[in-house]
C-alpha cells in the first residue's frame, strides 16, 4: 500500500508533467485499441486490391491479434528490465514503421507480415503504459482516476475504429487506415521522450530466454489454435496439434519459472499476491464477455434486424459513450469503496443485460430489446473493466509493474481469443438446430451466447470474492504538484 513521504523540491518542479503522462498512456491504449477494429471496414477494399483468399484475408485481423497476445508477456517484462520509457517509445517506433510498410503494401505477404510486426509493437505499448501508470500515479484516488481515464480511451478507440475505418476508406483509400499511424506515432514519441522520466540507474537483470521462448511461443501457439477452431472442427489436426504444443510449451514455461530461472520472466511468487491471481482469472472471463458485447451485438444488429454497417455501429454508440463515462465515475468511486462492491454491481449489471438481450429476436424493436439491455451491460462494463485492471495491479512491487500490465492485458486478450473461438461454436450449433427464419436461427444462436456472457458474470462475481478485503489507499491531501508522477509520493 501507499506511504507517505517528503516531496521533495525537484519533484515540486516537474509537477506539470502528470497531465502529459496520463495524455500519453491515453493516447497509445486508444491507438492499440483503435488498430483493432479500425481494419475490419478495409477488409473489402484490401481483399479486392491486393487479391487475398478468403482465408488469407482473416489473417490481416488474426495475425496482429496472435502478435499482440503472444507477445504482451515479453513487453512486460522488458518495460520492468529496460524502463517503460524505452520500451514504450521502441514499441511506438516499430508500430509506426510497420503501418507504414502495411499502407503501402502490395501483395497479401507484406501486409500481414506489417500486421504481425504491428501486434507485437502493441505488445511492448500496451503493458508499458500499464507501468506507467502503475508506477507514475499514488495509489488511491490519482491511480484510479489514471485507470479511468485509460479505460475510457479505449473504449472511446474501439468506438472510433469503425467510423474512421469507413471514414478513410471511403474518403481517401484502404491505405490510410495504416498511414494516418505514422504522424500520431511520431508525435506520441516525442511526446513520450517529453514527459517520462529515464530509467534509473542499477544493475541491468538479464533477460530470461528460455522464460522468454516457451512463455511466448506457448501463447501464440495456443492462440493460433483456438482460432482455427471458429471455422474447423475442434478435433482436427489444424486445432489440436498447435492447441496442445501451446500447453506444452507453457507447461515447460512453468517449470522454467519455478525452477531454472534466476530471474524469471513472470515470478511466480507475484500470484502469491491475491490481487493478482484472482484479478488475472477475471480478465481471463471477462475477455469472454467483452466479446460477447461488442462483437455478437454487431451480428446481431446487422444479420437478424438487419442493420447495416454504418446503422450497426451508430447502434452501438450509446451504449459505447455510456461504458466511458460509467468508467470515469467508477475510478471516483474506487478509493470510497473498494473493488468488490464494484465488482459485484458490474455482474448484476451482467446478469441483468444479458439475461434481458437473450430475450431478443427478429422481431425485437431496437430501444426495447436491445438499447436497453446493451446500456446495461455497458454500465457492468465500465464498472468492471477499471476495477479489475486496479486490483490486478494494485500492491505489486514497482520493479515488477511492466510484467503485471502485460500479464493482465494478456488475460483478456487470451479470454478474448478463446471467447470467441468458443462462443462462435456455441452460436453455430444453436442455428443449425434451430427452426423458422434464417433471422430467427441466428437470434437463437446469439441468444444462447449472451446466456453464456450472463454466466461468465456470475463466475466473475464468485471470483471476486477472493479478492483482499482492504480498500485501496486513499490518497493524503496534498498540493496538486506533490501527485506529479515524479514526486516521491507517487513512486
Known sequence: ????????????????????????????????????????VALPSIRGDLGFTSTGLAWVVNGYLLAFAGFMLLGGRAADLFGPRRILIAGLALFSATSLVGGLATAPEILVAARVAQGAGAAMMAPATLAVINTGFAEGRERARAFGAWSAAGGIGGMAGALAGGALTTGLSWRWVFLINVPIGAALVVLAMMALPGRRPGRREPLDL??????????????????????????????????????????????????FAARPMVPLRLFRIRGVAAGSGMLLMFGGITIAMWYFTSLFLQNVLGFGALQAGLGQTPAAVTFMVVARFAAGLLPRTGVRPLILAGGACFLAGFGWLAQADAGSAYLTGFLGPTLLIAVGIGLTFPTLMAATTADVPEGDAGTIG??????????????????????????????????????????????????????IALVSTLLPRHRPARTPPAPAEDLSPHSKEAR
Open 1 to 40: 500500500m501507499g506511504t507517505t513521504s517528503t516531496v521533495t523540491q525537484p519533484a515540486r518542479s516537474r509537477a506539470g508533467t502528470s497531465w502529459l503522462v496520463l495524455a500519453l498512456a491515453c493516447a497509445c491504449q486508444f491507438m492499440v485499441i483503435l488498430d483493432s477494429s479500425i481494419i475490419n
Open 210 to 259: 528460455a522464460g522468454a521462448v516457451t512463455g511466448t511461443a506457448g501463447l501464440a501457439a495456443l492462440i493460433y489454435g483456438v482460432m482455427h477452431g471458429t471455422d474447423h472442427a475442434w478435433t482436427s489436426a489444424v486445432v489440436v496439434v498447435p492447441v496442445v504444443a501451446g500447453l506444452l510449451l507453457l507447461a515447460a514455461f512453468l517449470v522454467v519459472e519455478a525452477r
Open 406 to 459: 502485460g500479464l493482465a492485458q494478456t488475460a483478456g486478450q487470451a479470454g478474448g481469443s478463446i471467447g470467441l473461438a468458443v462462443l462462435v461454436t456455441a452460436a453455430g450449433a444453436t442455428t443449425a438446430a434451430g427452426g423458422g427464419s434464417p433471422a430467427d436461427a441466428l437470434a437463437a444462436g446469439y441468444d444462447r451466447v449472451f446466456l453464456i456472457a450472463a454466466a461468465l458474470s456470475v463466475a
